[in-house]
Each structure stands twice: as C-alpha cells, then as structure tokens.
C-alpha cells in the first residue's frame, strides 16, 4: 500500500468528482486523516459535476467501463448517499439514420442482449422511439433510430455531489476551501524525489504523506501531465418552465443524440436543461503547470464560478435552439436562462489517468475524466483507493498508467476533428 490507515492524505480537488468519491472511500476504508482541498466548498463551483443533472446508465459488461458503470449503478440505486439522487427513468441514446454511430448503438445493443440484458431494446424508427418518449410525439424524427435502456437515466449532480460533502463531514473529514485550498505548487523532499505535501495560493504548506491529485479541468494547468490531459469546454443551457409544464415532463427518458445533444427530466424546479453535442472548445493560452519555470502554451479552463457574466459562443447557443425546435419544438422561442460553459479534461485515448506519478513517490494521479466519470461518483474513488491499497485490477492500471505520448498527441479521445478554440469563436464575451 502507499499508505497507512493514519497516514496524512491530501486530495486536491477534493470537492469535485472524482476528488469527493476519493475522501469518501479512503474515510469508509478507515483512513483517518485525510483533508481535501479546493479553491471552492463542497460542492467545489469549478466541478463540472456541479452541475443540475448527468446522464447515468448501466453498461454491465461491456469493457472495463461497462463494469465500473455496473458498481455505480448498484451504489446510484441502493447506497443512502447516492439513492436519492438517481432517477431511473430509461435512456434513449439516438442516432440520425443510418450513421456510423448507429452501427455502433446496434453492435451495443447486440451485446447487451447477448448478455442476457432484458431491458434493452432496438428502436427503429421514429414511431419506435415516440412509444418510449411520449414528450418526443410531435418530434420530427422519423430517421432516427438507436438504443433503449431501461437501467439508466439521470442523476442530479449538484445534489449527489453535495450529499458526498455533507457525509465528508458527518464522517470527519478534513478541509482546507478558498485560497488556503487553492493548489500552487508540490512540496518536494530536498533530493526532490518524493511528494511531501502542497502549497497553497496564500503561502500555506500543508504536509502530507500521500497527495491525490484530482484536479479535473484544472490538472494540466497546475502540473505539467506532458500533454497527457487536453481541456475543454462544454456548454449547456436552461428553460424555466411553469409548473404545469413541469409536471407534464416528469418521467421522461433521457435522450441523446449524438448530432443534435441531449437532455432529461426537468429538475423538481421546473429547470429542463439543453447540452448540444461537439468536440468541446479549447481556451489555449499560456501557463506555467509545476514544475515548469517557462510559461507553456496550453488549454486553460476559465471558471465560470469566477466568472459569472462570461457568455456562451454564439453557434452552441444556435444548436441549442436546432435541439430544441428538433425535439420538442414547443419549447422553441423560450428565454434560454444559465447558460455556461462546463469544464472537462479529455485524454488522447478517453481513458482516466489514475496512477501513481512516476516522477515523484508520494503523488498519486486521479484524472482524465473524458466525459466518463461523473456517472461512476459512487465508485470513481474506490478505484484510486484500490491504487492506493494496490489491490487496482491489472486491466484497470494498464488502461490509467502514466503515458505520455500515448496515442495520437493532437488526438480528441473522441475522433472526429480537433476542437476549436474559443478565442476562434464569435459570441464568447468574457471581461
Ligand atoms: O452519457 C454520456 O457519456 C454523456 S457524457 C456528457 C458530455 O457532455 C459529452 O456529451 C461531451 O462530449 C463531453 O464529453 C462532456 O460530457
């Protein structure tokens, strides 16, 4: 193991995703002197998992993902912490025609039922889809075809990501939020080979005996990850819709597709929210990541937390309102409130980065989202312990090693195009 039961744990973004689910299972194992840490309380407002909802489904077999999402489905439905937050209401994952994402949908769905799955369905057509999503009845998709889940749905993200904070604290956790948080640098030992501890942005040292780096969006701007973590922005947007509206919305499935975007359940507050589907958006500027000494050019995240009036590009607006007039075209010409920008960090392969970092004893990687780990929160942080314990699967610790280089270097983890950069983008107003 990398640590005892009594050794002082740091996790720096501690009030994130992957971060929270990490102190929740290091207090649950016993550990018993661990303290994250995070520019923002729990829930941390430069998380993506900050978020009204997600989707979440069950995979189970399908991969080293279908497994983990399997464990984050038996904790979304049966832990007390999660429970309440997890709405399974079906998914639909759609695609326009005869796509090669289709193809992809049909070979899944092929797995799944030679797995014996009794929930999933093939939807052919249009008509097909409308008897699962009765709220899609005048859509205009009589194209489209794609995968029903019946394990699967939503969960409300904000609210799960703040049921974690509230038993970090009911299980005595640790904390350190705001600029005593705020990662700036490691603390190295004097011959510079182990991790012993972090500083902080108001000159706090904070030593430690393990530090799990769980940054998010934020990871390849405080250290140099060697091009391994590429961040991106995504953009959603709300409607406030009345009561009546609401109620008429209740249940619905989750539907994505991967043209158009997706959206799920309106929230008990009547906030439905629209997410339209690309390569994300780069931000690239310069940055000094530790333990760097000359600026780099590289992706930075802009915090929306931190900047409250920054505007959405004006062609994701646009494909927001072709999700809508395409779906649920009632909805059309509605004030489209909250819009932001998301943050996430993407590897070349779509794989985490969850490993011990070779060029320091003492620092353990906990990364690489690429748009997975928020439906795994449950569970994302019993794979970091399961490091820490060295108890990680072999499968699991080859697919998250260290590797730079790795994989096509400009590459998306997503194929398809390079994402565009924000500064390219008209409609973006920040400052
Ligand atoms: O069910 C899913 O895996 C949806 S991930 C949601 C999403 O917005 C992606 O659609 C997007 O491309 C990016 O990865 C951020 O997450």
Known sequence: PLADKDARI?????????????????????YSNVRILDVYPSPSGNSAGNDLNKICGNDRGLGIWGDISDEAWEGWTHDPVFQPYCHSVGKLDLACGDTPRAAQLRRKYNLLQSLGRKDVEWLSDGDAIKRKAGHLAD???????GLWCGEGGWVAAHDALDSVGRELASLGIKTAFGPSGTFVSLLLSEDGKTCTGVKAADGTEWPA????????AWSPVLLDLQGQCESKAWIYAHIQL??????????IPTMYNDEYGFFMEPSA???????NEFAGYTHYTTATPFPLT?????SVPRSHAAHPTDTIPTESLEDIKRLI????SWLSGRPLINQALCWC????????????????????????DSGHSFKTLPVAGKQVVDLIEGVLAPERKHAWRWRPGHGDPNGTGRGGPRPKDLADVPGWKHD
């Open 325 to 328: 007039a395409k779906t649920i």
């Open 345 to 368: 960090t993407d590897t070349p392969d779509a794989q985490w980065l969850l490993c011990e970092d070779p060029r320091w004893k003492g620092l353990v990687l906990a990364t690489g």
């Open 10 to 30: 740091l996790v720096v973004g501690g009030a994130g995703t992957i971060g929270s689910s990490t102190a929740l299972h290091l207090l649950r194992r016993g």
């Open 242 to 251: 009345t009561p009546e509206e609401a109620e008429q919305l209740k249940g």
């Open 139 to 145: 859509a205009n998709i009589e194209t489209w075809n």
């Open 269 to 275: 507050t009547g906030l439905l929210k629209f997410c």
């Open 294 to 298: 000359e600026p780099v050019r590289i």
């Open 209 to 216: 005996d393990l530090v799990v780096f769980a940054a998010g």
